[in-house]
């Protein structure tokens, strides 16, 4: 399996579900959660969320999110 070595690999997750208000994030139900998948980069992580919000956009409750995975596991370079 080949490795792009002269990219840094950047992880963002991708995941969504409906939420109880539209002013807070809180699950209606934590077991219904869309992870939609994990993403090397931005770039990729936002087509996917995108596409996800695009086809949830008939349900006002339904949000979908990017975390900021790399963040997370290495705080102090960012």
């Given at each position: 399996?080949?490795?792009?070595?002269?990219?840094?690999?950047?992880?963002?997750?991708?995941?969504?579900?409906?939420?109880?208000k539209l002013q807070e994030v809180q699950f209606r139900?934590?077991?219904?959660?869309?992870?939609?998948?994990?993403?090397?980069?931005?770039?990729?992580?936002?087509?996917?969320?995108?596409?996800?919000?695009q086809m949830t956009v008939d349900n006002a409750h339904?949000?979908?999110?990017?975390?900021?995975?790399?963040?997370?596991?290495?705080?102090?370079?960012?």
């Open positions: 399996m080949a490795h792009d070595t002269d990219k840094k690999q950047r992880l963002h997750l991708v995941f969504g579900g409906e939420l109880t139900d934590l077991e219904q959660l869309d992870i939609v998948g994990i993403y090397p980069d931005y770039e990729s992580a936002l087509a996917a969320w995108k596409a996800k919000a339904m949000r979908y999110f990017i975390v900021h995975m790399h963040r997370l596991l290495d705080p102090e370079n960012e």
